[in-house]
């Protein structure tokens, strides 16, 4: 090994170059999010290559409301947090190729020995979706992507505390599973669909893939000045 | 089936241990052979910036980690409980490839308090027979401190670990742990720089009359050769440490600290992706004649071997050990057997302090060990327990490890789990809250053990490992103990506000966090063959070729993380085979 380690001169190297080449981003920062209760347009137009119309509806009026856009910072769908989603789902995450799924299968076990359920994580999509549209057409006459703002906030407030009965699924499980690949997608690195223009970690203050804090152990307690960066070198 | 020429020594699983003793072995001049399951990985470029510090592939979806598809093992709270499987990461993590969980730990590098390797002596003599429970199976390492000293001091060396002593020979060190054993030594590189968090936990801890002291670490301050020749380069605070590998060459491994010289010496070889499915036995069953394996292609392959050391991370240890019908398998019911016996854990808990944005944490700052305080007073026995009624302890530490967004945010009290709110929480709070945690002891218990699942299987058809396990008493009242002491030092530091997460009595032990990968016990060491499957050189007592390395040699879990003892105990086998073992092969201690 030389005296300086390859890892180091790459990165500087890495640096460097995307000084160079910062591509035009933050088109989809803070400042499009203002607007309180309404929806943010979604960034792009990407078409969904798992889910369904139907299924893509719902995604991204539940992501709108999970992390909502407001004044405070971007929200989850503007960030493309429900093209993430598609992109998860697609991949050996969404197929469950990631998690033993070898029965038999004890749904009845007790909740603090884990995740027991025979579905991946698309199939809990799948059927977590539908039985959520099927309850809204019920009680309110159209599925959930056609409710109002406050409407989808009640509905997903009772999935999480499974006030909810669903069609084979069980709510609780299926929100759970939603939520937590929502704030995955809003706050991964950009080149998984989500966190456009690194707008989260823009309003949090995270500095991304930045990964080099050598000067800064020295300065405790001194604010952090730089933006993020991202793993594929752009600059926020 | 395919049969391989024999060798001298084949070590199953490349890993930490494996590493060890496979340097070991080739320096006595054995022929040696490692077989790993996973694939061969190095600094670069499986390790390499910037890909190496993306937070969704390798902190949540643990590229790393052993796949569970393939593997993993079934978990119930109680012996009368059907068992179900460990489907999605939670609890502690697999590793898997070569290096093992030694690539993607956090390198925070204990010793144990003397104490602690004559436990159950020690609390008998302090406390009598009658403190502890009747179900409670503390034991004896049958190894001391002042005999393995030279070896925790050696892996010491080979990490560049960086700190600072607190007992050189006896004398107290202004600014190290006051309560740790003598060293002969001081660390091979001075401790790290503190960050913010540590340093207000610090500050509050010595205005309490306690005795901080920065964390040892196996991320090097500074650049260091080991005494294999293999350099490390210093830490940058990268954030990025545990569950990934260090891109910076500064993190202890196996890769940064022995595979450049081993991966040279003519005498060792590395198979990869050859998955050990049993240690193989004569007729008599009291010789090992080497190992099967299945290779790349799916085959079955039989390896012939003199000696083999079981160095497969603790849980597939004792896996291995029943799947090969080493020793016999430990029975709750009559408390006899010993192959599965005395699985422990970790208990830990966790403050949350937020500051006011006028307070800048930088959490993103961190490193996997460096940079954190440390107060160890209220661990092993470095207090008096009598007015307390339970055994073990906790340290406690102050600071972080890093800030990525997704697995490491946290907010206050009382937050909606999502919404406008949860997102104006996590702005306000990312920048200016740290934390404090006790990481503490777990004794063993006559109704906690591992055995063979009898309904689930791996991707090879062979049973998956079963753990059956919950909490006891003596862990909740010591738990309550040390986070109580831990949350007076947190209202020191004078935070706008503070939340603790630490488990109540009655709560089960829940799979689906993250404590810790210090699993321990299954296979422990001891002095009496009938409460132990190893004696004190780590070597099998029904099976004297055979040797295993790891945490389930520990016969409870310190409150320490393992790893320093682990590779003390793995030089001091390693001695005992090079030194007396290959010259007389054959038990080192008669049973
Ligand atoms: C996220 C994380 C953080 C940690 N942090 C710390 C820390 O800060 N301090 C500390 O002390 N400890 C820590 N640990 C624990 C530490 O990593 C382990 O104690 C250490 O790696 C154990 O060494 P080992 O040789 O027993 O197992 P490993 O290093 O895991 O090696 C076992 C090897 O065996 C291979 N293997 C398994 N089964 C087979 C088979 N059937 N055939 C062939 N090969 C097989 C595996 O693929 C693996 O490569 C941490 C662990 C994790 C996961
Ligand atoms: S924190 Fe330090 S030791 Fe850990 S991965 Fe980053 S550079 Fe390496």
Redo the contacts between chains.
Sequence with gaps: MPSEPPASRARREFLRRSLVAAPALGLFGGAAALGGAHAAAPATAYAPRYFTTAEWAFVQAAVDRLIPADAEGPGALELGVAEFLDRQMDDAYGRGELWYMQGPFHPEAAPTLGYQLRFTPRELYRAGIKAVDDWCGRQHGKPFAELAPDQRDEVLRQLEGGAIELDGVPAKAFFAQLLTNTKEGYFADPMYGGNKGMGSWKMIGFPGARADFMDWSEQPGKPYPLGPVSIKGARA | MKRMPPVDAVIVGFGWTGAIMGMELAEAGLKVLALERGEYRD??PDF????I????AYG???MLFQ???RE?VT???GVNE?A?????Y?SFLFGNNVGGAGVHWNGQHYRPSPEDLEFASHVRQRYGAKFTPPDMQIQDYGVGYAELEPYLEKFEYLCGTSGRAGNLGGRIQEGGNPFEGPRARDYPNPP?????GA?LFADAARERGLHPFPQPSSNASR?YTNPLG??L??C?????CERFGC???SKAAPQTTIL?VLMRRPNFQLRTRSHVLKVNLDAGGRRATGVTYVDAQGEQVEQPAELVIVAAFQMHNVRLMLLSGIGKPYDPASGTGVIGRNYAYQMMSSIAAFYDPD??I?P??GAGAG?TQIVDDFNSDHFDHGPHGFVGGAYLFGGQTG?R??QQ?AVPPGTP????A???A??QS??HTTFVGTHGSVMAYRDRYLDLDP???DAFGQPLLRITFDWHDNEYRMTRFVTDRAQEVVDAMKPRQSSQTVRQPGD?????QYQTTHTTGGVIMGSDPSTSALNRYLQSWDVPNVFVTGASAFPQNLGYNPTGLIGGLTYWAARAIRETYLKHPGPLVQA
């Design positions: 600094t670069s390499s910036y910037p890909g510090v993306d937070e969704l949540i979806r643990g796949p569970l598809a993993t978990i119930r709270h059907t179900v499987p460990y489907r999605q939670g790290m720089a503190d960050t913010y340093q650049p293999v350099r380069g210093p940058n605070f990268c954030g990025f891109y910076m060459y450049p307070t800048a930088n993103f700052i940079g800030g967004p997704i945010l789990a999502w919404g406008a949860w997102k104006r996590a702005k990312y920048l309904t689930y299987r089960h032990y829940d799979i689906r």
